[in-house]
Nanobody, 117 residues
Framework: QVQLVESGGGLVQPGGSLRLSCAAS????????MGWYRQAPGKQRDLVAR???????HYADSVKGRFTISRDNAKNTLFLQMNNLKIEDTAVYYC???????????WGQGTQVTVSS
């Protein structure tokens, strides 16, 4: 079972930037498709971006051009650079493998991102 620890969230003004990190345990990180997900209050958890082991990326339309997902396989770490943040980006952000399976996928504690003036 991979353990995931997210960090880097915080309070930022609209237009600001944050960089999230996810430290993963285990020996399967480098071969796994990894994703960043987010869950706003009262909403379901959605995929924000994903990246293959080789570095191919996919983004949700709402974050294209503003967010960049990357990974360091040598350090078992996943990143999400978030620029030009909007109020609607406010959510708890989680990392995990992709895809996820309801009722079977374990989640970390996430990191809170709050965009507010």
């Amino acid at each position: 079972q991979v353990q995931l620890v997210e960090s880097g969230g915080g309070l930022v003004q609209p237009g600001g930037s944050l960089r999230l990190s996810c430290a993963a345990s285990g020996n399967k990180f480098s071969i796994s498709v990894m994703g960043w997900y987010r869950q706003a209050p009262g909403k379901q958890r959605d995929l924000v971006a994903r990246i293959t082991s080789g570095g191919s990326t996919h983004y949700a339309d709402s974050v294209k051009g503003r967010f960049t997902i990357s990974r360091d396989n040598a350090k078992n770490t996943l990143f999400l650079q978030m620029n030009n943040l909007k109020i609607e980006d406010t959510a708890v952000y989680y990392c995990n493998t992709w895809p996820t399976f309801p009722g079977r996928t374990a989640w970390g504690q996430g990191t809170q991102v709050t965009v507010s003036s």
